[in-house]
């Protein structure tokens, strides 16, 4: 069959796919593009940005960092989150624009993106020196999706958000952030932060067992746990 006479919500399909599948998307894109008209019409719709797995393409970011960051505002305009995500990072890591790389971080949020969401929180409880500023913190944290609320019920989940969040970090960036906690009253219960189980092989996902006095001494542990791994 002629692949001119395929619909072009089908070529669409089909390359959105490979964009978000591939191992190596930016190349396979281009070729497509190079190969012919229908597909260089296909690689251009936003779909194709929205799919494209950008979080498989860091060795340009420290190859060809500006095709990178030009990759990324691309795919982020077309809805990307996880573009959405490093932009914003890069935004608040390397070039000390808060507030830009804030606004990309609830760009990725709004599209679901847990990663994001607790990334915001870590960084508004970084920057918190009062309650309020925390209390925010924690709403972000909190409100950004079920898979954030209830350690209970998504063992894991808080260690695997964490994980993913500082590998990212530590890429994008060689600067750490300040290991003090978050600016607040320090807690008195002597039993706060305990283990609820023993257990034996103690892992990072056994940390939501923990047993806290508080919603802030909670996060605030979680945010000690988090600069540890950056």
């Not at 969040?165 to 600016?183: D, I, N, Q």
Request: hydrophobic share 35%; aromatic share 6%; net charge positive.
């Amino acid at each position: 069959m002629d692949i001119a006479g395929l619909p072009s919500d089908i070529l669409v399909e089909v390359t959105a796919r490979i964009a978000g599948e591939s191992t190596t998307p930016l190349n396979d894109i281009v070729s497509l593009r190079r190969s012919c008209k229908v597909f260089r019409d296909a690689t251009a719709s936003r779909e194709v940005g929205r799919c494209m797995a950008v979080q498989r393409e860091w060795r340009l970011h420290w190859w060809d960092k500006a095709r990178f960051l030009s990759v990324l505002r691309r795919c982020a305009a077309s809805g990307n989150p996880d573009a959405s995500y490093i932009l914003g990072l890069e935004e608040i890591c390397n070039r000390r624009r808060k507030a830009s790389g804030l606004r990309h971080l609830r760009r990725a949020m709004e599209h679901g993106h847990a990663v994001a969401a607790y990334t915001i929180g870590m960084i508004m409880l970084r920057d918190s020196y009062d309650v309020e500023g925390i209390e925010q913190a924690m709403g972000y944290l909190e409100g950004g999706g079920s898979a954030l609320s209830s350690p209970r019920t998504t063992r894991g989940k808080i260690a695997s958000v964490r994980r993913e969040a500082a590998s990212v970090m530590r890429r994008l960036t060689m600067s750490r952030w300040k290991t003090a906690e978050p600016t607040a009253a320090p807690c008195t219960d002597p039993r706060c932060g305990e283990m609820e189980e023993t257990s034996e092989g103690w892992d990072e996902a056994d940390d939501e067992q923990r047993r806290f006095c508080s919603r802030m001494c909670r996060w605030r542990h979680e945010y000690c746990r988090f600069v540890e791994r950056i």
